[in-house]
């Protein structure tokens, strides 16, 4: 069955660093999802993707964050200058993008990510 | 008031009990209503949706919504070991890409 694939599962970065997370979405899917997990939280949505440009993002995705779709396959989501409270857990999400009203978005297996 | 908000945790039960989950919303937009399972270190992995109030059945798990009191529930019937995850609802308005509106999560552990 078709899968989203998300590397690496784990990441540390010092703080001021640069990251990039890479995900491998569903290969017919066209919507495309992060999302993030801090410890004991909720997941939050950061910004959704579609046919080359930003279609929605939260308060979160300020200008430290980046996405891009660098080729037919990968999605990726840069944090420009790593902050403490970027350490959570980054989820990547796709939908198919035919079937109207409501799609269902099937996640990746997450990329931890641990700023000291 | 936050826009989703669930019971809080854990829930421990017996295998073969019925488990209720709940999660209340304040925004009438949401029109559509889903339960994820996340088991450790994985992914959120879609459980059942529905859009409209009432009942809707799948197997052991039942999802069931009410527009008019902004309440959405998951039972599961018969609950077995296997079933012991993190279970989270989420909502989102009309339209093929919109964000996800998750709750907290409850973790279940079904005890044999």
């Known amino acids: 069955e078709p899968e989203v694939t998300q590397t690496p599962s784990h990441q540390v970065t010092q703080m001021g660093q640069e990251v990039i997370l890479r995900c491998v979405p569903i290969s017919n899917h066209l919507y495309f999802y992060w999302y993030r997990q801090i410890l004991g939280q909720k997941v939050e949505f950061l910004v959704s993707f579609y046919n080359n440009e930003i279609s929605e993002k939260s308060e979160i995705f300020d200008d430290q964050f980046s996405v891009e779709r660098p080729d037919g396959s990968n999605f990726t989501l840069k944090i420009r200058s790593t902050k403490l409270e970027d350490s959570a857990m980054y989820f990547c999400?796709?939908?198919?993008?035919?079937?109207?009203?409501?799609?269902?978005?099937?996640f990746g297996p997450g990329t931890r990510l641990l700023v000291l | 008031q936050k826009e989703v908000e669930q019971d809080p945790g854990p829930l421990s039960v017996p295998e073969g009990a019925i488990v209720s989950l709940n999660c209340t919303y304040s925004n009438s937009a949401f029109q559509y209503f889903m339960w994820y399972r996340q088991y450790s270190r994985k992914g959120p992995e879609l459980l059942m949706y529905t859009y409209s109030s009432g009942n809707k059945e799948d197997g052991r798990f039942t999802a069931q919504v009410d527009k008019s009191s902004k309440y959405i529930s998951l039972f599961i019937r018969d609950s077995q070991p296997s079933d012991s995850a993190t279970y989270l609802c989420a909502m989102s308005r009309p339209g093929a890409n919109s964000k996800l509106t998750f709750g907290k999560g409850i973790t279940l552990s079904v005890r044999p």
């Open positions: 999400a796709s939908s198919e993008g035919d079937r109207g009203m409501w799609e269902t978005q099937y």
